[in-house]
T-cell receptor
Framework: DAGITQSPRHKVTETGTPVTLRCHQT?????MYWYRQDPGHGLRLIHY???????DKGEVSDGYSVSRSKTEDFLLTLESATSSQTSVYFC???????????FGQGTRLTVV | AQKITQTQPGMFVQEKEAVTLDCTYD???????LFWYKQPSSGEMIFLIY??????QNATEGRYSLNFQKARKSANLVISASQLGDSAMYFC???????????FGAGTILRVKS
């Protein structure tokens, strides 16, 4: 199994607080992605990274920021959490010549 | 912009029968990859099958095959001899060769009946 680890796995936070989710990989994959999964919407891309310090926005990036200071870690930050950001968040990685994206276990975030 | 469409929110199939899950895509990049993932109720994402845009033959992996029709921009997943354990959400995804994004469709829930 690919070494993709998300932390925390579950989190409950209050509206207006900052939250950071971490994705850690041991595969030395170049590409990393953050998605949110909501009923009826599938997986929607929030942000992605194509190298250290190289990131770009996905389709639902408002209210989220990311950072990638080293290959193995990709952080997703909710600057000021809102109830609409209650969701399951998945991290995925993709190798340079890969034909498969590897997923973390997911993080269930509840904003109350 | 790349786009993936799965038009079937839910499907039912009888155990041991074959089922086709639809996926259409839109891209102007001649180089791209198409993926199918399974998500059971436990929530993990399981890779099923991959098709490259330049692959001459349809991809197959055990009971899974991808019916790739390039001119129609469709990449349907065919599951043969359905099993109860195939009940899950199925996602189609695409990654353009000239870009870095990996985008997913909305998914299809498959229920296998005994």
């Amino acid at each position: 199994d690919a070494g993709i680890t998300q932390s925390p796995r579950h989190k409950v936070t209050e509206t207006g607080t900052p939250v950071t989710l971490r994705c850690h990989q041991t595969e030395n994959h170049r590409y990393m992605y953050w998605y949110r999964q909501d009923p009826g919407h599938g997986l929607r891309l929030i942000h992605y990274s194509y190298g250290v310090k190289d990131t770009d926005k996905g389709e639902v990036s408002d209210g989220y920021s990311v950072s990638r200071s080293k290959t193995e870690d990709f952080l997703l930050t909710l600057e000021s959490a809102t109830s609409s950001q209650t969701s399951v968040y998945f991290c995925a990685t993709f190798g340079l010549q890969g034909s498969e994206a590897f997923f973390g276990q997911g993080t269930r975030l509840t904003v109350v | 912009a790349q786009k993936i469409t799965q038009t079937q929110p839910g499907m039912f199939v009888q155990e041991k029968e074959a089922v086709t899950l639809d996926c259409t895509y839109d891209t102007s990049d001649p180089s791209y990859g198409l993926f199918w993932y399974k998500q059971p109720s436990s929530g993990e994402m399981i890779f099923l099958i991959y098709q490259g845009s330049y692959d001459q033959q349809n991809a197959t992996e055990g009971r899974y095959s991808l019916n790739f029709q390039k001119a129609r921009k469709s990449a349907n997943l065919v599951i043969s001899a359905s099993q109860l354990g195939d009940s899950a959400m199925y996602f189609c995804a695409m990654r353009e060769g000239g870009g870095n994004k990996l985008v997913f469709g909305a998914g299809t829930i498959l229920r296998v009946k005994s």
